[in-house]
């Protein structure tokens, strides 16, 4: 299937693909909002890259960040970008709405899984509405909404601030996942209590998977001392590459795994 690469209306594509992965801390999350391959978001980086010699980006588990060359390349391309909007509607003559921007916040799972369509369908409704959005853990994306510094906050567990109201966005499912050769790989389910004898993986602090796993223990009448915590991690995919490499279990939200139960 053809990728719908609109470079074609937007000039300076590298500079544009290199905000939006900076943006949503993925190189897939950029492709499938700039509806590209991630091969040519890859391909558009490097590119960059080799133009100033440096890199940009730095991988930490399933996620990209700036180093502090893309950190400078990000805000001088913010600038060449609205300048180009601007000066693209004054030479077509072209009456358009004035530009805005639009400041979110978003933690992984919402981040990674939710918002590249959500902001593809928003882009191609509000073309000129510029968003940015800053990933991290649940509690740090409704600090950013509490201080004002974002508009609005996608997170995986409610607020309990009384300065912030949640809407019900989408649902989610904890699951557990193991090796395909773990003797559990075929039950369909398993105990609460049964995890106790086992060493588990969980999200760091803050975490709104973190937050929903701790609160179904309460309920099961259990506690974090009841576990055998072999690791503590800020990202999905390093758990899942723990897990693949036989170092403990993980609780995970369904949607960091379909894509490795799609695949078997």
């Not at 594509?13 to 999350?29: D, I, M, N, Q, R």
């Amino acid at each position: 299937m053809a990728e719908m690469d609109r470079s074609e209306h937007e000039p300076l594509p590298h500079l544009g693909t290199s905000c939006k992965a900076a943006e949503l801390s993925s190189f897939t999350g950029a492709a499938e909002a700039l509806g590209l391959t991630q091969a040519t978001v890859s391909q558009r980086i490097q590119a960059l890259e080799r133009t100033l010699g440096k890199p940009l980006f730095r991988r930490r588990g399933g996620r990209v960040l700036l180093i502090e060359a893309g950190r400078t390349l990000y805000e001088y391309a913010q600038q060449i970008l609205d300048l180009h909007r601007q000066a693209r509607r004054v030479v077509s003559g072209q009456e358009t709405r004035a530009d805005a921007e639009l400041h979110l916040a978003a933690s992984t799972i919402p981040g990674e899984h939710l918002l590249p369509a959500l902001l593809s369908d928003f882009a191609r409704r509000h073309s000129h509405i510029h968003v940015r959005v800053a990933v991290g853990d649940s509690s740090s994306v409704m600090a950013q909404v509490e201080r004002g510094e974002v508009a609005l906050g996608l997170v995986g567990r409610k607020a309990d601030s009384l300065h912030l109201e949640s809407r019900h966005l989408a649902s989610d499912r904890m699951v557990l996942v193991v090796p395909p050769n773990h003797p559990w790989s075929q039950r369909k389910r398993v105990s609460v209590r049964q995890l106790g004898d086992h060493p588990l993986i969980l999200r760091e602090v803050g975490s709104g998977l973190r937050d929903c796993f701790e609160k179904s223990l309460e309920r099961a009448g259990l506690s974090r001392p009841d576990l055998r915590v072999a690791l503590e991690l800020g990202s999905n995919e390093a758990i899942k590459q723990a897990v693949q490499r036989g170092v403990g279990m993980a609780v995970l939200s369904i949607y960091a795994v379909r894509k490795e139960i799609q695949s078997g």
